[in-house]
């Protein structure tokens, strides 16, 4: 299990582990120079496979990271690899991770556990926030109103009044807000979407996704320094609005496990499956959802489900089911199987596959129950009415699958994107009304969960009815 990016599963042929902007572009150049492919297989070019133009040093871009964990660490060292970006300034509540900071990215960079004297300085443009969920609507909410851009990591909420304040908030300041979902500038999830609208498996009718793990890690116990204490983390600051308890190095590090401070299995990978399911379907979300699931295996004082699963109706006329069981007893994996009234469209860790069989023409019969004699004459007439054509029954007609370069990064391509619009001022690929309604599907689940009913949501509005 890889900490910190919950792109693509290791092992999937997509791995981002060792990945910079030198072996992206090589990778890059040499499957598109024409690599060995099977038959239906095809290799995708990388969205930003562009010549990096020199960026005079007054035109940098400067960032601050607000919250550098696992996520915020490896965001920031993919921002950092866009060209014209530079890291100014980290703020974060425990100190081992601000000795990090200096460490990966030069005694120069600022440290502080407070992010407001970060928000203050007039030489950071933007910031990527990294922190827990409970803190991302106040922190990106006072960083548009300090006048920075924000990139601001999935779920964009951990409250339903989060998003109209972090929507309106960019709205009045002109700020840009981009979530973290990074499957949304992938050159995957963009083939998909493709596929999809030129009608390769026909009419869609069902979605299934699934996040399925089976570590410790995978299930959230991150490491707990041996340092932590009230004098190394900054408990008051960590807390926020939660509701105050003593210090606890569990909850500090393994913050996921608890509702006030994270959004459960819906909010932390549901809200990926939501992303790319709105993105490739261009829908606005679901307008009911119900959740069942529970705490099966990791007893160790969370209380936030290790198995859950959910059912989503959509009005454009198709279901979501989606699942996340952290103890699958077998291999990870995670994916989503598009099915269509012609084929399916898979999507696994760096690639997506359509598989087109076409349906029987012929009505077909189930007769066996009948007189011998009537089965033989209902059989007669019908070879007369439907000439057998394909005794063996009928072949696939199409199987194509579509991989991404070697050692390929969506969230490279998520940060050129948000950097792009930082620049020209153009609209983001994930915005805060996309980010809502991805994260406002996905705690349909929660809702649904504690209250034992279905939750029913109006995507376009944005509101629970
Ligand atoms: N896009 C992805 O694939 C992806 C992957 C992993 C995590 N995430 C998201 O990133 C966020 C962080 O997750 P993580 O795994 O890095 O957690 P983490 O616990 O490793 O890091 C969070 C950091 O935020 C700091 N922090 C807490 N409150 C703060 C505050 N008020 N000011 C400054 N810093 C503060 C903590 O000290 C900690 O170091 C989560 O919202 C998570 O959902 C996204």
Redesign the pocket.
Known sequence: MV?????FSPGEGSSVNGFNRRNFLRTASAVSAGTLLAPGLHALGAAQDEPAKPIAANDHIQIAL???????QYDTKTAVQVPGVKLVAV????NG?LERAKEIWGPDTVTTRD?NEILTRKDIDAVII????H??MK?SVDAMKAGKDVYC???MIHLYSDGPEMIETSKKTGRILQV???RVSSVIYAKAKELLASGAIGQLNMVTARWDRNSSIGAWN?TVPPDASTETCDWP??E?TAPHIPFNAEH??Q?RKWKAYGSGVA??LFV?LFSGTHFITGSHGPTRGMATGGLRFWKDGRDAPDVMLGLFDYGEGFNLSLRVNFVDGGEESEGLIFTGSEGTMEIGGGWVSVNRVPRETDPGLSIDTFPLAMQREIERDYRKKYPETHPAGAPPVGYQKFVAPAGYSDSFDHFTNFFRSVRSRQPVVEDAVFGFRAAGAALLSNLSMERGTIAHWDPDAMKLV
Do not use: L, M, V
Not at 3 to 7: F, K
Not at 66 to 72: E, L, P, R, T, V
Not at 130 to 133: E, H, I, M
């Open positions: 900490i910190g990016d919950e792109n607000i919250g550098a964990g696992g996520q915020g703020a974060d509540c425990y991770r992010y990294g922190t827990p969920d803190w991302h922190a990591e999935k779920p973290g979902s990074q991150y600051r960590f926020g500090f590090f913050w909010g932390d990926h």
